[in-house]
């Protein structure tokens, strides 16, 4: 959970026996020159069943549940993955064998 909150997203739900995680990453405006750019709200959930990781994320509309876009590491946006791909090298990280 440590890694969740170290990157700025808040542990919303955790089921161990599912081996299940989601965090929340509110919103946020940046300034990017003079231009504001908006950022989030991120929902991700990250599974490890069988020693597999499996981790969605999601920009979310207001309810903060609603999925909007989904994004990945291929995604083009080189903004928006900075505010997520953190996050996901750390849980890889985390799930390599030996480092648990």
């Not at 969740?4 to 081996?19: K, L």
């Not at 990250?46 to 994320?57: E, G, M, P, S």
């Not at 999601?58 to 994004?71: C, G």
Request: hydrophobic share 35%; aromatic share 12%.
């Amino acid at each position: 959970m440590k890694v969740f909150e170290s990157n700025g997203y808040y542990v919303r739900t955790t089921d161990f026996a599912q081996g299940e995680i989601v965090g929340f990453k509110p919103e946020k405006i940046f300034m990017l020159g003079d231009s504001p750019v908006k950022a989030g709200p991120y929902l991700v959930t990250a599974r490890l069943q069988n020693d597999t990781l499996t981790i969605t994320v999601f920009t979310v509309k207001d309810d903060e549940k609603t999925p909007e876009r989904s994004w990945d590491e291929t995604a083009t946006d080189e903004f928006e993955k900075s505010q997520y791909m953190p996050l996901l090298s750390d849980l890889r990280a985390l799930c390599r064998p030996g480092t648990r």
